[in-house]
């Protein structure tokens, strides 16, 4: 039976529909009266029980009610923030020991993981201090020591860090929970490997394809929390929770562990990650922007926009929708008008790879 919440309004007609019409119950007597003062006494505990029924209710809850809802039930975990990884490039003659620090012009610290000496030249690889997206920083912005290390003359990223992700979202929480719910894991099921793959922090989404090189063999396809193309590093680490190749042995031409059920895998699958490959939509228009907005504001607002709409398909659609790219720049804070569209060249839908992903190229506006 459901909850039905009942105003003050309510509660106190339903006291005196209950009362007998031999009686005066015009507003003001003390027949009246009575019912409207038990009904705010009772309206106070209606509001109770609606926040008791709210708690039971999965699209009601954030925050840590939803996480302890979805542990409980389905002994589903939230994903912890990840910390961005980084290598750094270092010039000198020095010894870097695990816990060194170093940190971007902003302020934003990171730490070797690793020890590793350093003669005339090498890398170190190192992590950032507070995980998160803060933690992805451009290249050649981790240029500086809070401590000064013996012998190091330089220090850079040549390339920019990755994989620091938000905690995982309420949103994806509860739809990882639906799917617990609506579509059960079990026995090695094409949901169980799912399951497996994003439980993995820093796994947006993933595609199983079955069979996919004979017998027993199993491909997952995966992207990352921001619906990009996963690093390997995600991709190692998903290959190791779910089936770790272990070490190669080259005379016996196999992994010692891979298809041993060492992961989450059944024994006997041979479950092989990768990452999906990133299919770039490149966007053309003419567009007529508001009076305020300078065109370079529209093409920085359009992209978003853009980035947004293919974010929002990654893995459940399998094109790029002419329409809806057109929708996207219409819709766009600063867009009066636009004309002229085109996405890669045409003026069509994009077809999406089974193993594809679409992600933003250029937007080129005119």
Request: hydrophobic residues 35%.
């Amino acid at each position: 039976m459901s909850f039905e919440y009942k105003t003050k309004e309510q509660l106190r007609q339903d006291m005196l529909d209950n009362i007998s019409n031999d009686y005066e119950k015009s507003k003001g007597n003390l027949t009246y009266d009575i019912p409207a003062a038990a009904a705010i006494v009772l309206n106070k505990i209606y509001d109770e029980l609606q926040k008791l029924n709210d708690k039971v209710d999965v699209d009601k809850l954030n925050g840590t009610e939803l996480t302890k809802y979805v542990r409980q039930r389905k002994g589903i975990k939230r994903k912890e923030a990840t910390k961005a990884k980084a290598v750094l490039d270092i010039v000198g003659n020095a010894t870097i020991n695990i816990g060194d620090l170093f940190e971007t012009q902003a302020g934003t610290q990171f730490y070797a993981t690793e020890i590793v000496i350093i003669e005339g030249a090498g890398t170190v690889n190192v992590e950032a201090v507070i995980p998160g997206t803060n933690g992805n920083v451009g290249a050649n912005t981790i240029t500086l020591m809070p401590v000064t290390l013996q012998g190091v003359v330089s220090l850079t990223n040549t390339q920019a860090s990755y994989d620091g992700f938000a905690e995982e979202s309420d949103e994806s929480l509860r739809e990882r929970y639906y799917e617990a719910i609506q579509r059960p894991a079990t026995s090695g099921n094409i949901y169980h490997y799912m399951g497996w793959a994003k439980e993995v922090a820093g796994v947006g989404d993933a595609k199983i394809l079955s069979l996919w090189n004979g017998d027993n063999t199993v491909k997952i396809v995966i992207i990352n929390s921001d619906k990009q193309p996963a690093s390997s590093t995600l991709v190692d680490t998903v290959q190791e929770y779910i089936d770790p190749k272990g070490e190669y042995i080259e005379a016996e031409d196999r992994w010692t562990l891979w298809g041993t059920g060492s992961g989450q895998a059944p024994i006997g699958a041979y479950c092989t990650i990768s990452s999906a490959t990133g299919l770039n939509i490149n966007v053309t228009a003419d567009v007529q922007e508001e009076e305020g907005y300078t065109l370079e504001e529209v093409k920085t607002n359009i992209e978003n926009s853009i980035y947004g709409y293919l974010k929002e398909i990654a893995f459940k659609q399998n094109y790029v929708s002419y329409a809806l790219i057109g929708s996207a720049i219409i819709n766009t804070e600063g867009v009066a008008d636009y004309q002229n569209l085109l996405i890669n060249g045409v003026a069509t839908n994009i077809s999406i790879g089974v193993e594809q992903v679409a992600i933003l190229g250029t937007v080129t506006i005119t």
